[in-house]
């Protein structure tokens, strides 16, 4: 059984695919096609990540290929239909998060900067995995008895007396059922539950 908190490198892809600054267009096109990934950490050095070009980085080559000069509105794009190298394609500073860093917080950072994947670095800032929507999605498969192993031990455990106490998991969903005398617990004890990994939602039935 795992035990929450889970960590980013629980669920984080350990070799990823990555591109360095100096590729070529062609190169960077071809790499994600060849990997099926939609984006890619761009690396320096002897790995540091510096950014990430992404198929939203690569599109304005097509989509300026005729007309006229751009509006200034869209001169940033127009720059990126220009360049041939990485480097000069790439969104930049990346956003990338830590290997120890809780799974609901590369969650947050996905869904408050609209990205699909975040580079996984160290405290150097070197490359280390990469952690997608559908990786973060992986907790939703955990087996509902360690689901409900961790409930007992984690949630119920500390619950004085926890004999008068039960918990039930069908497909995620958590029930608590029993006796509970300090109803001041009840809110408690669901954001307990809520927040094992894995969790889909938290059903109380206590008295």
Do not use: C
Not at 40 to 51: D, F, I, Q, T
Not at 58 to 69: H, M, N, Q, T, V
Not at 146 to 169: F, H, K, T, W, Y
């Amino acid at each position: 059984m795992s035990v929450t908190p889970h960590t980013v490198s629980d669920v984080m892809t350990h070799a990823p695919v990555a591109v360095g600054s100096h590729a070529s267009y062609r190169q960077a096109v071809e790499l994600m096609a060849e990997s099926k990934v939609s984006a890619l950490p761009v690396l320096a050095g002897e790995g540091r990540v510096v950014g990430v070009v992404s198929e939203a980085d690569l599109l304005p080559k097509e989509a300026f290929r005729e007309g006229g000069p751009p509006p200034a509105a869209q001169l940033d794009e127009a720059f990126k239909a220009a360049a041939v190298l990485v480097e000069d394609l790439m969104s930049s500073p990346a956003l990338t998060v830590h290997p120890d860093a809780p799974i609901a917080e590369a969650a947050r950072i996905m869904a408050r900067k609209h990205v699909k994947r975040l580079p996984v670095v160290n405290s150097e800032g070197m490359l280390e995995g990469v952690v997608s929507r559908g990786d973060l999605l992986k907790v939703f498969l955990r087996p509902d008895q360690d689901l409900l192993a961790e409930i007992r031990g984690e949630v119920l455990g500390p619950v004085s007396p926890p004999s008068e106490l039960n918990a039930s998991v069908e497909n995620g969903v958590v029930t608590l059922r029993g006796h509970l005398a300090d109803r001041s617990l009840v809110p408690v004890l669901a954001r307990a539950a809520r927040a094992v990994e894995g969790v889909v939602d938290v059903h109380m039935d206590l008295s």
